[in-house]
């Protein structure tokens, strides 16, 4: 049982590139949560989905897109990466009880 | 919205001491309070929570504390050992349809052996 499986886990952009990280979850949740951790800051959330083909903002959606198009996957994308990108991004499944993935450490030059 | 503070932002204590480390949230919907133990280079996991409807919970050496009426919660740690260093983080949610956890800024906890 993986739980939640993030890809990539790291990864350094130019600014102005584009990627995707991938989250996929086996516990048949219907809540997915993109967060950016930052030092001192905590987690702020980005977007998240309610169930598939759906989506939400969170707290810090700019500069973001996410879609769900299978229950079991949430895609986090930059369209044009910035350096006030430069985080440690982590997906969560689940409300309560929610499950973190390893995260993906992002860095923007 | 949601605004949770947290407070030490770092603690140090003797193994075997207790610890304890506080949060304070705005909005009085809040109903689910979760506390997240993240390690080095890995993602928080869950290692105790409370619901309104409680004032106290525990799970061993771990306890957390709720007081609806002020507004705050506790997470409190006995007998500490030199694996429980890591960062703590709290966290309140409402159980609206939204159900988005806000998270406090963390408590970097170091047991000094």
């Known amino acids: 049982n993986a739980g939640v499986t993030q890809t990539p886990k790291f990864r350094v952009l130019k600014t102005g590139q584009s990627m995707t990280l991938l989250c996929a979850q086996d516990m048949n949740h219907e809540y997915m949560y993109w967060y950016r951790q930052d030092p001192g800051m905590g987690l702020r959330l980005i977007h998240y989905?309610?169930?598939?083909?759906?989506?939400a903002k969170g707290e810090v959606p700019d500069g973001y897109n996410v879609s769900r198009l299978k229950k079991q996957n949430f895609l986090l994308g930059l369209e044009s990466a910035a350096p006030s990108q430069t985080s440690v991004y982590f997906c969560a499944s689940g409300w309560t009880e929610a499950f973190f993935g390893q995260g993906t450490r992002l860095t923007v030059v | 919205g949601e605004n949770v503070e947290q407070h030490p932002s770092t603690l140090s204590v003797q193994e075997g001491d207790s610890a304890v480390i506080k949060c304070t949230y705005s909005?009085?919907?809040?109903?689910?309070f979760p506390w997240y133990k993240q390690e080095l280079g890995k993602g928080p996991q869950l290692i105790i929570d409370i619901r309104s409807n409680v004032g106290e919970k525990k799970d061993q050496r771990i306890a957390v504390t709720l007081n609806k009426t002020a507004k705050h919660f506790s997470l409190h740690i006995t007998e500490t050992q030199p694996e429980d260093s890591a960062v703590y983080f709290c966290?309140?949610?409402?159980?609206?349809?939204?159900?988005?956890?806000?998270f406090g800024s963390g408590t970097q906890l170091t047991v000094l052996p």
């Open positions: 966290a309140a949610t409402d159980s609206g349809s939204a159900r988005q956890l806000t």
């Open positions: 909005d009085s919907a809040s109903n689910y």
């Open positions: 989905s309610v169930g598939e083909g759906t989506t």
